[in-house]
Every structure is written in C-alpha cells, then in structure tokens.
C-alpha cells in the first residue's frame, strides 16, 4: 500500500474513532490551529456541510454560546450538537433560507467541491464557480470583520479568485493542511477581516 493510501486510512479511522462523519475536519482543525478563525460565541455559516464533520467541529469550537449552520444539497444524517443545525438545500437559492436579511454572521466556511470529471481545467473551472458563489455569500453575511475560509482547486482561475478575496479581507492566506491527500490540487485561502467596502471613511 502507498503511504498517501495509508495516510488515508489513518485519518479516516481516526475521525470514526472521535465520531466525525469524514476525514475532512482534521483540514479545519489546521486551519483553526494555524489562524484562530473561530471563537467561544461565534456564529458559523458551513456551505456544503454535508457530511456534517466541519458542522460538528465547529459547534463544539464556538460553544453553547455560538451558533452553526449549515446548508448542502445533500441531507446530513448524523447527530449534530445542540447549537448547530443543518438544511438541505442550493446556496445559489440561499435567498429562500435567509428571508431575514439582517442575520450575519462571524464566519462562513466552505469545503465545497464539484462533481470531478477528470479533466483538471474542468474541475478548477467548477471549482471556481462554487468558490465565487461562496465569497458572494460571504460578503452578503459576514459582519464587518468576519472570517472566510473557502477551498479551491488550483487552476488558472486561482490567482483571480486570490486576488477577489484581497479585495474584500484585511488579511489573506493560502494555506494548505497536512491533512490534504498529497496528490489533490485543493487548496485554501482563508481571508480575515471583512472590509466593509460600503464605508465612506476618508481614511481607509
């Protein structure tokens, strides 16, 4: 067996072990490690949450104080804690969850991917695609402030999306965790500190 395959294996029986649907949450405990993204209290909007690992992982990080949402076309199954909750549904049909638009939030996540095909500049492409959807929904619900975190395969169309995040976060980094399957071409920018773009400060 190749060590990448064994890798898998490990973290896989590992997030059985302490009972999270997937793998993928040791991908946000890295990045709550490396740049504290989260806080006790935060409220928390996971885009693709399904499974329901990230959900999970980030109710418990923000406590009973904090609250989680998440929304995937596919239905989450698993027992989630008392402060987070999951929909079944579109993000590009978000408006039909959020009729309130005053609800905001201190962090939106997502570890959305396409349906691969094969073909790298396809799946980058569709990457893409998702990515800008999420930083759309991100500017619309993070207060001023508030965190990104976002995945994106490495593609032709990165450096614009690197760049459309710079415009919009104070502080931007791309970061990709151990835990990541070495061969992937995922990566994540992580922007933090929502510029509000509709202020009038003379002195930015």
Same mark, same amino acid.
């Given at each position: ?16 072990? +302490?009972?999270? =649907? !997937?793998?993928s949450?040791? &991908?946000l405990m890295?990045?709550? #490690?490396?740049?504290?993204?989260m ?35 596919q239905?989450v ?12 549904g579109?993000?590009f049909?978000?408006?039909k ?12 996540l997502? +570890?959305m991917? =396409? !349906?691969?095909?094969?073909? &790298?500049d396809?799946d980058?492409? #569709? ?5 800008e ?9 993070l ?18 999306f ?10 931007c ?10 061969a992937s071409?995922?990566?994540y ?16």
């Amino acid at each position: 067996m190749k060590a990448k395959q064994k890798w898998a294996d490990h973290l896989t029986e590992k997030a059985k072990h +302490d009972n999270y =649907p !997937a793998r993928s949450v040791y &991908k946000l405990m890295e990045i709550q #490690k490396k740049l504290s993204i989260m806080k006790k209290g935060s409220r928390v909007l996971d885009l693709g949450c399904a499974p329901g690992s990230w959900l999970i992982y980030s109710a418990q990080t923000i406590g009973k104080q904090g609250d989680a949402f998440g929304i995937d076309l596919q239905k989450v199954t698993v027992p989630l804690p008392s402060n987070a909750t999951a929909l079944q549904g579109d993000i590009f049909d978000l408006d039909k969850f959020y009729p309130d638009t005053g609800t905001k939030y201190d962090v939106v996540l997502s +570890d959305m991917a =396409p !349906a691969t095909t094969g073909r &790298k500049d396809i799946d980058a492409a #569709k990457s893409f695609e998702l990515c800008e959807a999420a930083l759309k929904v991100a500017c619309e619900l993070l207060v001023e402030g508030g965190n990104f975190v976002c995945k994106i395969f490495q593609g032709s169309e990165f450096k614009q999306f690197e760049h459309n995040v710079k415009s919009n976060f104070r502080q931007c980094t791309i970061f990709k965790p151990e835990s990541c399957r070495k061969a992937s071409k995922e990566i994540y920018i992580i922007g933090k500190g929502k510029i509000n773009l509709m202020s009038n400060d003379p002195n930015p």
